[in-house]
């Protein structure tokens, strides 16, 4: 037998970057905008950093979790609404920290920030944003 005679499943999935519908690519399976590759338009990404060491686990593969927000842990609005907020950044936050960056946080997070880029509802944005604080 050689190597030729195994038929191997590439199941392991790739990493995940997560948009609104106004700059979406395609649609998930669970009708979640995304996009192919990273760039300026992600918002939520699910980077693939490995396998479970348990082999009974029914989630073989690991994702990290990743939201944009800005240097104060705020949750990113990619939603343009008319707020005064946006001028209570100083400057060094907008100038040299740069504006929105990416913080590493739960599934459950993720999941209600995911859910916020696709329904717009501010609702989802305020779970999740409890949850980081």
Known sequence: MSNKDFVTND?????KYYTTLQYQEFADDNDCSRLNKDGDK???KAIK???SKNIANNKPIQFRYYV?????????DPFPRYSISDNK??????ICKGDHNFIEVTQSVFDKYVNFL????NQWLVRAQREVL
């Open 11 to 15: 199941i392991t999935p790739e990493s």
């Open 42 to 44: 992600v918002f939520a």
């Open 49 to 51: 950093f490995g396998m």
């Open 68 to 76: 944009r927000a800005n240097t104060k842990k705020q949750l990113f």
């Open 89 to 94: 950044s100083s400057f060094v936050d907008k």
């Open 118 to 121: 696709n329904t717009e509802n």
